[in-house]
């Protein structure tokens, strides 16, 4: 029987900006470099990108601490089963232990799904009157982001800035990839000597 999740417009906005040209493996490889929770990042870039501003330190904490135990016991330890059962002998027939993998990806995402709703209740903010113009969401977005990753003690590299351009030109594509590259730098170098 299906899932029925509550409607939200953060996981819209995340379906679209992850569905976008390399912003999965941007998230993949910023996951892997600088250990983010991709769901917390594309939370990050959805407050800003939204118009509805940027997160504090203490709503940031809220956010994180709202999902930690969810992400790393749940999502993190579905992604370990499907990776292991795509790379190891499994003892168990091909065929079915990649049919079973697959339905541990269907399971992931609805895990993921869950983990996006508590975030968006974890930090209420409520959609702007009258939107921001573009640089603001794209400041905004980027300003999230820094402060991510200085709670993760993150020091991003080219190839991180890099990546998340792509991910803030999808969430805000008014807006083109040198400026986002030259705002994630600022913010970033900013955020690092706060």
Known sequence: MPIEFEDHPFWDFSLTVYGAEGV??????????????????LFCVWIGASGRGTLSSADLAAAVEAVATWNREVVCGL?????????????????????????????????????????GRAVLRAAPASPAGAD???????????????????????????????ILVAAVPAVDRPAFVAKIVQAVVGAAAR
């Open 24 to 41: 999965a493996p941007a998230c993949i490889a910023l996951q892997e470099r600088c250990g983010v929770d991709v769901n917390v990042l």
């Open 79 to 119: 992604r370990a089963v499907r990776r292991w059962m795509k790379d190891a002998r499994t003892g168990v027939a091909r065929d079915l232990s990649e049919a079973l993998r697959r339905q541990i990806v269907d399971i992931e995402v609805a895990c993921e799904h869950a983990e996006q709703l508590a975030l």
């Open 136 to 166: 603001r969401q794209a400041d905004d977005a980027v300003a999230n982001c820094a402060l991510y990753l200085k709670r993760l003690g993150a020091a991003p590299t080219e190839a991180d800035h890099s990546d998340l351009a792509t």
